[in-house]
């Protein structure tokens, strides 16, 4: 008996009742009488427990006892025909193991914890249904991810987290060191001696893969990159983390069109992947915070996106007589609300906004004739808003070094990147998804702290 192979939850609620099995998982619940006990057996393999019937004349009253919510337990005994509701098989067990005791401090007692406090044990709470679900999709759709991009002949570019260039601009970088804070070396201006820092010089993690990206589309021709990237953007919202993981493909020969049609055809195939392998898990998340999950996500896969200049879309808000806390005009950045008005309100779909204002957008999207717009492009998504950014790059080293030149950018941490269009430059294209704002679409959460298993945020890197 002892020999018997342990099997995960989810393949013994497939298996043909008969055999003698063994199970290994933590106790979510135990309830029963004098003549039985009904343990609810979870070992993280699926959103479902498997029951493990106990009649109480086959095990001591001690041992019992500690079988409590939380604690750790295999159990032997008979696949059989399940007598109750919800489940078709159960195991009628004949010997039991407690691995690892959990008192009544076990903070997940019972059902029911509000989203906040679980943040809060962010160490159990991949034990509750809604985490576990959580986590499940989320390797499911990284998985589905390499897929994709491996069928379509593209290859996985790792790109470094430290660097000494600002990709996106934006001044949100956290700084890489180990210079003893307390006794900085100073130059005779005054200023910090880099030079005696690890590396020699300023460095950060870094805010994207995409420039080494483009040198991976400049020679291998297609890539994407998987991998967490840091904003220190002070942005306490339900849809920013200080760390993300994001994915970015990069194309040569793209132009803008290609890249839109990559980036509708890869968020539909994610979606359609989590609709055909992530069933249970939905369905728990639809059941318990949307009722309109599912049907969302069969409809985008179902709808072509819109594609909108930016101009367009701020004249329709202009002119929508919705009140945004935050005004629009031609040039602005747009905010949430507005990307949500568009999509939600306006066209009931994914829209893909277009050529935006260059002030807006970062140095390296390939510039317009009007002088005045880029070659941008940020899908929209119903309930997140931005959900991928992008663009067509600028090829022209001319062009491309005027620009940074405008920005007063400090070409000395370019000059590698420059090159790629000094030698054999050529059109190309590429965007970045957020792989936890996909997240949020696919399990319809409400909060990006609730789609990583440890979120960093502003003040917060417990865990
Ligand atoms: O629009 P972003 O800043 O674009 C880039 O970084 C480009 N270099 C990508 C590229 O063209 N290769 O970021 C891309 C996406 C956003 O659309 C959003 O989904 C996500 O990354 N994102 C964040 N997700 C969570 N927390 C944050 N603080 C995020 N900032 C951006
Ligand atoms: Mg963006």
């Known amino acids: 008996m002892e020999e018997v192979k342990r099997l995960r939850v989810v393949e013994l609620l497939s298996q043909k009742p008969g055999s003698d099995v063994l199970a290994k998982g933590w106790v979510r619940t135990k309830r029963g009488n004098k003549n039985v006990s009904f343990i609810a057996l979870n070992d993280g393999s699926t959103i479902k427990n498997i029951q493990i019937v106990c009649d109480a004349q086959n095990f001591s009253e001690e041992l019992m006892k500690d079988v409590t919510t939380g604690a750790c337990i295999a159990a032997w005994g008979k696949l059989v025909e399940s007598q109750g509701q919800g489940q078709s098989v159960e195991i009628q067990a004949s010997k039991i193991e407690v691995y690892g005791k959990a008192d009544a401090t076990y903070p997940l007692q019972k059902k029911g914890h509000t989203l906040e406090f679980l943040r809060e044990i962010a160490h159990l709470r991949p034990r509750t249904n809604t985490m576990g679900a959580v986590l499940r999709i989320r390797h499911a759709m990284a998985f589905a991810i390499h897929s994709y991009f491996n069928s379509k002949g593209f290859f996985y570019l790792h790109t470094p987290l430290i660097t000494a260039s600002d990709c996106e601009g934006a001044g949100a970088m956290f700084q890489v060191t180990t210079m003893d804070l307390n006794n900085i070396p100073k130059g005779e201006n005054g200023k910090v001696d880099y030079s005696q820092d690890f590396f020699g010089r300023q460095t950060s993690l870094t805010v994207s893969g995409q420039l080494e990206g483009e040198l991976g589309a400049m020679s291998l021709g297609q890539i994407y990159t998987f991998g967490p990237t840091f904003r220190a953007e002070n942005s306490n919202t339900p849809r920013h983390l200080a760390e993300f993981w994001m994915v970015e493909p990069e194309v040569a020969f793209n132009d803008i069109t290609d890249n839109m049609n990559l980036a509708e055809d890869f968020i539909k195939s994610l979606v359609k992947y989590a609709l055909d392998n992530c069933r249970d898990d939905l369905q728990f998340l639809n059941d318990m915070f949307d009722k309109e999950l599912i049907s969302r996500l069969e409809g985008v896969i179902n709808t072509e996106f819109v594609r909108l200049p930016y101009t367009e879309g701020v004249k329709i808000l202009m002119e929508s007589g919705q009140k945004f806390e935050y005004p629009v005009s031609w040039g602005v950045d747009l905010q949430s609300e507005h ?31 009007d002088g005045k717009t880029v070659r941008a492009m940020d899908v929209l998504f119903p309930k997140i808003g931005e959900i991928i950014g992008g663009s067509e790059r600028e090829e022209s080293l001319e062009k491309l070094e005027r620009r940074v030149a405008e920005l007063n950018m400090d070409t000395r941490n370019l000059w590698w990147y420059l090159d790629t269009r000094r030698f054999g430059t050529a059109p190309h294209s590429g965007f ?32």
Request: aromatic share 14%; hydrophobic share 40%.
């Open 339 to 369: 990307e949500r008005y568009l999509v939600e309100q306006h066209f009931k779909r994914p829209v893909i906004l277009t050529d935006y204002p260059k002030d807006i957008k970062a140095f390296y999207m390939k510039q317009n004739e």
């Open 432 to 463: 970045g998804l957020g792989f936890e704002r996909l997240l949020l679409f696919v399990t319809g959460m409400a909060n990006i702290r609730d789609v990583i298993p440890f979120p960093r945020t502003p003040k917060s890197a417990e865990f």
